[in-house]
């Protein structure tokens, strides 16, 4: 039997038996016992500045990694300031395990001091959530909590753990064994209609692939390419899908959705198969769902039974896991005879036609000479990058710009709040992302507005000497909202104006380190390659033209063939 | 339409509200939820008829099924089935039409559990739509106090319960050592 030793010292031998290398957190009186064993460094725990952040954080990192990322808390308002976070990492499908601190179980319902119904406040925030009140507990909730977090559809799984248990006495005996007898888990793929995708597959003229999130989850971008080419069918990834397939790839289009490209949402509305590889049909990318891929039948393949006839039904519903059901998929495929002459033929001529949506309405190629086009800025980015570097991105105009127009060529590259659309998470984020990923050049693209909501971070980046490169993409507007109202509610511009921005030189000095501010065309690509080859942190604030909109637009409501190319003079122009 | 659902259900904290919870923040409509034992001390069965598009019905039972601790949520709405609920209403019914109220309540198997100079308390169980008609004929005999348990359903064809089997892990090897640490000794903290 396993020495004596404290709930809080049984938790942190839990974590490193489960590969937890490092931590994001925010320590408070009822999780002293367990800051008290991180003393000892078998974790290293990085101090954010708003628990927030703490799961951003940690998201940046299970983005970045595909692993669980780990966040802390103490009770209370510790565990409240969780909550947006944990929605997020609920939202986009991150594996995050959050523990926080409880008020000791006798005193629990007390109304004591810095209690809160953590569990409760927390259900619908989590995959699922856990109170620890018995010692006796802890290692099987927490090896179990790992487990749910990262298997299946991924999700954040909180653990709140009473002050008492932290600092009882137990023996430790590490729990391999998980059993949740009701914890399901899809993985295989009903083999019949795997064959019966396969067969749409060689029926179809134009088959189009809508790849999600759900891809690089699964861990599965090389399968996924490799069934990319065996059909040779055109790809659009979603918000959350970049990067699964590497932007350069022939095959890719683009985006798709309210701000997807013309040539992407052209070519969903004509397919005549829609191959939908971890996407939900979120209503972002679908616009009015009965517009949506009106000629197409659905192969839809995802793990979670849920999302399979939730907003579209498909003909052919495959439950399982995308890294079991590609190789099978493309198995078949290999073996199948090449598709007749007739379909070759029409299939070369839906190629051609998606080549030539693209070519007559690409991404906006604005620049001008007096003012820096948020356009231009993300083009010089992605010049930078050449496809390799991390970016965050907070919420709004620059991160649809972003997505737009920087490449990806390896999965995992891009990070963003997609489901919830959290403001400040660009920040956290990149923090989370560049400790997973030291070896890599990491850019925080955010708004004005998101931006200050993560100013407390600078801090945690100074701490850690963190070579993030923070790029404000600064407009002066709350952007996107500022858009809205531009286009939908007569220009009555109200609540988002962002006056009195600091002085980005001196408020990185104020962190000591690094900080320029651009205006002029000519300085942008000199400023961020200065900003790139610093050594340390930098913070860029880049004024754009502030009344730009992010054009195509599908208005909400609209079908995603109704959209709008440019602001309303050009737009009579370019009408479909 | 009415979807009945019946539901095996670990019996930890919070598997209730984890259920009534996904119920709520899907928007779909609960008519009634009961809870009770099973033979398994461990497992609570609930029975819960929703108000719900038809279109919708998958959809339910497959959000229901996600909890964690849902153990199997079945749809019994077309299923060979029986449903019940208990009713106790009470009546305060005039002198004069206490007869003609004990025959009524007869009619559909109502039982007497208290008499007074006022009224009834009477028991009555049936399908809810029976409920439905023998609350509403009680009505016209005066003023009405009702207390209904909600319905309760049994499948009348056997149902093979499909559980998880445990799942082996790799865990990493090493482990913490111990520092010599007083405070943590003792068992102290702040
Ligand atoms: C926490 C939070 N609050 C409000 C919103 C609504 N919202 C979406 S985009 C946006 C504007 C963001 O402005 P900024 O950060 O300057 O980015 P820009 O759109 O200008 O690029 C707002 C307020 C949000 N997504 N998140
Ligand atoms: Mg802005």
Redesign the interface.
């Known amino acids: 039997m396993s ?1 004596l ?2 709930g ?2 049984m938790l ?2 839990c974590l ?4 937890v290398d490092c931590m994001f957190g925010y320590p408070g ?1 009822v999780t ?2 367990f800051y ?2 991180l ?2 460094r ?1 974790i290293r725990h990085i101090l954010v500045r708003h628990e927030e952040n703490a799961v951003f954080a940690a998201e940046g990192y299970a983005r970045a990694t595909g692993k669980v990322g780990v966040c802390c808390a103490t009770s209370g308002p510790g565990a409240t300031n969780l909550t947006t976070g944990l929605v997020d990492a609920l939202m986009d499908s991150i594996p995050i395990v959050a523990i926080t601190g409880q008020v000791s179980t006798m005193l629990i319902g007390s109304d004591a001091f810095q209690e809160a119904d953590t ?2 406040i927390t ?2 925030a989590t ?3 856990y ?1 620890v009140k018995n010692l006796e507990d802890l290692p099987r909730i927490v ?1 179990e909590a790992f ?2 977090a990262s298997t299946g559809r991924p999700g954040p799984v909180l653990v709140d753990i009473a ?1 008492d248990v ?4 137990g023996h430790y005996q ?1 729990v ?10 899809f993985t295989e793929g009903h083999a019949g209609q795997v064959k019966r995708a396969v067969q749409l597959l060689r029926e179809s003229s134009r088959p189009l692939v809508y790849a999600g999130g759900g891809i690089l989850a699964a861990g599965a971008a090389g399968e996924f390419r490799e069934f990319v080419e065996l059909t040779d069918a055109p790809v659009v990834q979603t918000l959350m899908g970049l990067s699964a397939l590497p932007s350069e790839h022939p095959n890719f289009i683009s985006m798709p959705g309210m701000h997807g490209s013309y040539a992407a949402n052209m070519a969903l509305t004509e397919t005549d198969l829609l191959i939908a590889l971890g996407v939900r049909f979120d209503d972002r990318v679908t616009g009015r769902l009965a517009g949506f891929a009106p000629h197409a039948k659905v192969i839809h393949v995802d793990i ?3 999302e399979i ?2 907003n579209r039904a498909p003909e052919v519903p495959i439950v399982g896991d995308l890294k079991r059901v590609l190789p099978k998929l493309n198995k078949l495929l290999s073996e199948a005879p090449s598709a007749g002459e007739r379909i070759s033929e029409e299939r070369r001529a839906w190629r051609r036609r998606i080549r030539q949506w693209k070519d007559e309405h690409p991404f906006s190629a604005e620049t001008s000479d007096s003012e820096i086009k948020p356009q231009s800025l993300m083009r010089e980015i992605d010049r930078l990058s050449g496809g390799q570097a991390i970016v965050t991105t907070d919420v709004g105009q620059h991160q649809m710009w972003a997505a737009q127009l920087i490449r990806f060529n390896e999965p995992r590259l891009w990070i963003t709040s997609g489901g919830l659309g959290s403001m400040g998470f660009g920040v956290p984020s990149a923090i989370g992302a560049q400790f997973a990923r030291p070896d890599k050049l990491v850019f925080a693209i955010v708004g004005d507005g998101g931006f200050q909501m993560s100013i407390p971070e600078l801090s945690t980046i100074a701490a850690n000497g963190l070579p993030i490169k923070i790029v404000v993409m600064n407009n002066g507007y709350l952007g996107m909202v500022r858009q809205w109202q531009t286009l939908f509610f007569n220009n009555r511009l109200c609540g988002v104006q962002l006056d009195c921005f600091p002085d980005a030189e001196k408020l990185a000095a104020a962190y000591g380190f690094q900080g320029a501010v651009v205006e002029k065309p000519s300085e942008l690509a000199a400023a961020l390659e200065r900003a790139v080859r610093h050594p340390g942190p930098y913070l860029l604030n880049v004024k754009v033209s502030p009344m730009e909109c992010v054009y195509p637009m599908v208005p909400a409501g609209g079908a995603i063939s109704e959209m709008v190319l440019g602001p309303p003079q050009a737009e009579a122009a370019a009408a479909i | 339409m009415r979807q009945v659902i019946s539901l095996l259900l670990e019996n930890k904290p919070g598997s209730l509200m984890r259920v009534t919870g996904v119920l709520s923040q899907r928007g779909y409509n609960i008519e009634s939820l009961t809870v009770g034992r099973t033979l398994d001390p461990e497992v609570s069965r609930m029975t819960i008829v929703v108000d719900v598009d038809s279109a919708l019905c998958q959809q339910v039972i497959k959000q229901i099924n996600k909890p964690v601790n849902v153990l199997q949520a079945t749809d019994l709405t077309d299923a060979p089935k029986v449903v019940r609920e208990l009713a106790l209403v009470r009546v305060r019914t005039a002198q004069g039409s206490r007869g003609a109220l004990l025959k009524e309540a007869e009619i559909f198997g109502g039982r007497v559990v208290d008499s007074s100079t006022e009224g009834f308390a009477i028991e009555v169980t049936g399908a809810p739509e029976k409920l439905n008609e023998f609350i509403d004929v009680m009505g016209t005999y005066g003023e009405i106090d009702v207390t209904r348990s909600g319905a309760v359903a049994i499948a009348l064809e056997a149902r093979k319960l499909r559980l998880q089997p445990p799942v082996e892990r790799q865990l990493s090897a090493v482990s913490v050592q111990l520092s010599a640490n007083p405070s943590e000794a003792e068992g102290v903290g702040g």
Not at chain 1, 16 to 19: K, M
Not at chain 1, 176 to 185: F, Q, T
Request: glycine share 12%.
């Open positions: 020495a030793m404290s809080a010292r942190v031998e490193v038996r489960e590969g009186g002293l016992p008290d064993v003393y000892d078998q569990f409760g259900r619908s995959k699922h959530n109170l090896h487990y749910v002050k932290f600092q009882g006495q590490p391999s064994s998980i059993h949740l007898p009701g914890y399901k888990v979670d039974p849920a006839g939730k």
